[in-house]
């Protein structure tokens, strides 16, 4: 079964940067679409990012368009997130999760919900303070 290892999370200064990591073992990473969200505290789980099965095709929750970056190195089976010019509402849990060829990742439509990806790691703690 795929597993999935978050890492990177960290107390940050407003405008400051993070890069977290979604490490994947036990099937190739390469075979899924890799999600990124995130769940703060009294809030809903919210898309922020995801990224095809090839790293071809990406896209973004409008509050980190231009901010976040997300890639993936699937040699490593790893799937990066470069979160800069952070800001205190990005304070929250992230995630990342895979789902397998029916989950679309592209600009053809926004970022499928939480509940179409299969496999979650158990999140990583990021704090933006003021």
């Known amino acids: 079964q795929l597993q999935l290892v978050e890492s990177g999370g960290g107390l940050v200064q407003l405008g400051g940067s993070l890069r977290l990591s979604c490490a994947a073992s036990?099937?190739?990473?390469?075979?899924?679409?890799i999600g990124w969200f995130r769940q703060a505290p009294g809030k809903e789980r919210e898309a922020v990012s995801c990224?095809?099965?090839?790293?071809?095709?990406?896209n973004y929750a409008d509050s980190v368009k231009g901010r976040f970056t997300i890639s993936r190195d699937n040699a490593k089976n790893t799937v990066y997130l470069q979160m800069n010019s952070l800001k205190p509402e990005n304070t929250a849990v992230y995630y990342c999760?895979?789902?397998?060829?029916?989950?679309?990742?592209?600009?053809?439509?926004?970022?499928?919900?939480?509940?179409?990806?299969?496999?979650w790691g158990q999140g990583t703690q990021v704090t933006v303070s003021s």
């Open positions: 036990g099937y190739t990473l390469g075979d899924y679409t």
């Open positions: 999760a895979a789902g397998d060829y029916r989950v679309y990742c592209g600009p053809l439509a926004t970022i499928q919900g939480w509940y179409e990806y299969d496999y």
């Open positions: 990224i095809s099965s090839s790293g071809g095709s990406t």
